[in-house]
Each structure stands twice: as C-alpha cells, then as structure tokens.
C-alpha cells in the first residue's frame, strides 16, 4: 500500500480510499516484448506499474517504429482512453517483464461516482500527470525544431 501513495494519481488520497481503490484494480502480468495493447484499440482502462517497463510508440511506415516515452514503476499509461473514450493513440509493448495494475473504466468510473470530493483529487492526480508529461512533449519537441533548424 505505500507504493500505491507514491502515484501521482492517487497521492492525494487516505489509506482507506487507496485500500478500496484496490479492490477494484487487476493484476496482470507481460512479458518482455508482449504487446499490451494496440494503436487504435478501443481502451477499457488504463495501468499503473509494478514492475518493470513498458514502451509507448507508434508504427512509422517506412521507418518502423518509433519511441515515444519508456514508462517505469509507479507510472500510469493508457488513461486517455479512459478519460476520452477514443481509440488508443500508440502502442504499448512491454520493454522487460511488466507487472501492472490494471483498472477497467467501468469499474473505476463507478468506484468515484458517489464521491464528488474523491472524483476532485483523482482528476487533479491525473491533471497534474497530464500537464507533467506536456511539458515534456513540448521540450521534445522545441528539441526536433533546433535540430532541423540547424541542418
């Protein structure tokens, strides 16, 4: 249960909240380069790691397949899908043996339906997860436009 205070998704939240958040969650295990799901999925929920890494990246044609971010223990993936209920954006594909926590978006949606203030601190977990990993894309990003400049 302390590993489950550290995500940042669900810091903000007693030791009773986090021990019936658990509940609800699945444990399910990946094997190294075992796809976890697909670019164009419909997502049922997201994870959180155990252990292990997983690598979120898309098909290029032509070049192949191309890295996004690596995600490690006590990282989450796979939420847009369960935030916006749209096709996932990339693949997911375990980079080592991968042990995760999965929540199916059913479950979890019903799980904060009855608690406005619970719903509050888990969306400003996963605001907070989100405007984090913007700003890394941004970097990225200013990163590739320097670089092409320079050429």
């Known amino acids: 249960m302390e590993k489950f205070s550290k995500i940042i998704l669900f810091e903000k939240l007693s030791s009773l909240e986090q021990k019936n958040l658990m509940k609800i969650a699945e444990k399910r295990i990946f ?3 075992e796809r976890i799901f697909s670019k164009g ?3 049922d ?3 959180i790691i155990k252990s ?3 690598r979120i990246s898309i098909n290029i044609p032509g070049i192949g397949e191309e890295l ?3 995600f490690s223990e006590n990282d989450h993936f796979g939420e847009m899908s369960t935030i ?4 996932r954006s990339a693949n997911a594909i375990a980079a ?4 995760c926590l999965f929540f199916e978006k059913e479950k979890f949606l019903e799980y904060l339906s009855g608690d406005k203030n619970l719903i509050t601190r888990i969306l400003w977990g996963f605001l907070n997860a989100i405007s984090t990993r913007l700003r890394g894309a941004d970097q990225k990003l200013i990163d ?3 670089l092409m400049k320079s050429f």
């Open 52 to 54: 292990g890494k997983v």
């Open 144 to 146: 590739i436009l320097f």
């Open 96 to 99: 080592t043996d991968v042990e």
């Open 45 to 47: 929920g997201f994870f």
């Open 68 to 70: 996004l971010t690596m």
């Open 41 to 43: 999925e419909i997502g």
């Open 31 to 33: 094997k190294k380069d």
């Open 84 to 87: 916006d209920g749209k096709p």
